[in-house]
């Protein structure tokens, strides 16, 4: 049973996340099938691809498949992680992807959308980074990916409370492009990719591509990253890890220690 659908009109693709009974949890079995939808509008040399849920979403995306997190003592971010190579496929798809949101997006999910090119999202959605609540240490790249998309105030204040903000706030801080009614959603959005399909792509995709690299322009020093990965292994090896796991599989509050 796949975990996508999957549409083509006109220059535009559309990705539909359908795992409703896991609340379109980034599994790797469902990022495999947005990875190879999106090759296939890359080799039909689709303008616009957008990732959406089903129309009434309550969630867009509950984010990492905390089922797939490794219980201890293993990096549960890797670049082999699954939710890696999707935040690098969207971030090389040589056109603009527009993530539209209707529900709730948590932690992986999160930076899922904000690795996209554009965000349009109706009034209820909200956007939560949730790595402190399950003890998560995140990885370096994501970092980024969140540093990119608000301001640095405000990628501590979403990293530390771990709630969630609302789309208004997310589009007052600029985090997001647009928020309009649910009704509208779906017209706005496709105007907005149809706009994009006029323009010429190829200017469009190096544009993509500049600001891609102009984005990850963060220098850091060998013994800086260094530093960085060994903090990570300190909490991915940690009591406060495991539990955050495990509280979530056993449905209660973590408590954590701070160890
Ligand atoms: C596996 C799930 C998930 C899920 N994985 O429905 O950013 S980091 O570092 O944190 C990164 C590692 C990451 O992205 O971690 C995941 C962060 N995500 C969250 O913290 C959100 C976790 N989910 C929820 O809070 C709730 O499920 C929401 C609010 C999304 C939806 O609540 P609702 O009451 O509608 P349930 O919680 O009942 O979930 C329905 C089924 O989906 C599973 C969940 O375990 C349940 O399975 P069962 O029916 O077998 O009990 N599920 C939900 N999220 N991320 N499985």
């Excluded at 530390?160 to 007052?172: G, I, L, N």
């Excluded at 850091?220 to 060994?230: D, I, K, L, Y």
Aim: charge should be neutral.
């Amino acid at each position: 049973m796949p975990l996508t659908r999957t549409e083509i009109r006109d220059h535009i693709g559309v990705i539909t996340l359908d795992h409703a009974a896991k609340r379109n949890a980034l599994s790797r079995e469902l990022i495999d099938e947005v990875i190879s939808a999106l090759e296939q509008f890359r080799t039909r040399r689709l303008r616009v691809a957008i990732l959406r849920a089903p129309p009434g979403a309550r969630v867009w995306s509950a984010g990492h498949d905390v089922d797939e997190l490794p219980e201890s003592r293993r990096d549960p971010l890797g670049w082999d992680d699954p939710l890696r190579h999707l935040i690098r496929e969207i971030e090389a798809f040589p056109a603009p992807v527009i993530a539209m949101i209707e529900g709730t997006v948590w932690g992986g999910a999160c930076e899922t959308a904000f690795a996209c090119d554009l965000i349009v999202a109706t009034p209820e959605a909200t956007f939560a980074v949730t790595p402190a609540r399950l003890g998560v240490p995140y990885n370096i790249a994501g970092v980024l990916t969140f540093l990119n998309a608000a301001t640095l105030r405000i990628g501590k204040e979403m990293a530390f409370t771990a709630r969630p903000v609302s789309a208004e706030r997310a589009e007052r801080l600029g985090m997001i492009n647009y928020v309009v009614p649910s009704e509208e959603l779906e017209s706005f959005t496709f105007g907005l990719a149809q706009t994009i399909c006029g323009n010429a792509p190829l200017s469009i995709a190096v544009m993509k591509e500049q600001l891609r690299i102009l984005a990850g322009a963060h220098p850091m020093s060998p013994q800086g990253f260094e530093r960085v990965q060994g903090l990570r292994r300190v909490v991915y090896d940690s009591h406060d890890y495991r539990e955050g796991i495990r509280a979530f599989k056993e449905k209660r509050p973590p408590v954590f220690r701070g160890e």
